[in-house]
Nanobody, 115 residues
Framework: QVQLVESGGGLVQPGGSLRLSCAASGIVFADYTRGWYRQAPGKQRELVAT???????YYLDSVKGRFTISRDNGKNTVYLQMNSLKPEDTAVYYC?????????WGQGTQVTVSS
């Protein structure tokens, strides 16, 4: 059974930082394109950052320079370091593993940026 479990969300003030973690079980995470998505209330889910199996990364324009996706293959885990957080970053953040027609999702973790 495949599971992706996110952690690290919470409430942070504007300008603050958070690091999200996504631990995978049942798959070798490095064999998949790993990604972070987010969904704010009333909005569609959007892709925030991805890392391919070869380590190539992609970022949503609005998070470039502030967010960094990384991985620890030994821990079968992917991270999203989020710095200089803004209120518009408030959303539920989801971890994703994708390969061909296979698509796995985590349950999501809430990130709230507010003073």
């Amino acid at each position: 059974q495949v599971q992706l479990v996110e952690s690290g969300g919470g409430l942070v003030q504007p300008g603050g930082s958070l690091r999200l973690s996504c631990a995978a079980s049942g798959i070798v995470f490095a064999d998949y394109t790993r990604g972070w998505y987010r969904q704010a209330p009333g909005k569609q889910r959007e892709l925030v950052a991805t890392m391919t199996t070869t380590g190539i990364t992609y970022y949503l324009d609005s998070v470039k320079g502030r967010f960094t996706i990384s991985r620890d293959n030994g821990k079968n885990t992917v991270y999203l370091q989020m710095n200089s957080l803004k209120p518009e970053d408030t959303a539920v953040y989801y971890c994703n593993a994708k390969r061909a027609l296979v698509d796995y999702w985590g349950q999501g973790t809430q990130v709230t940026v507010s003073s």
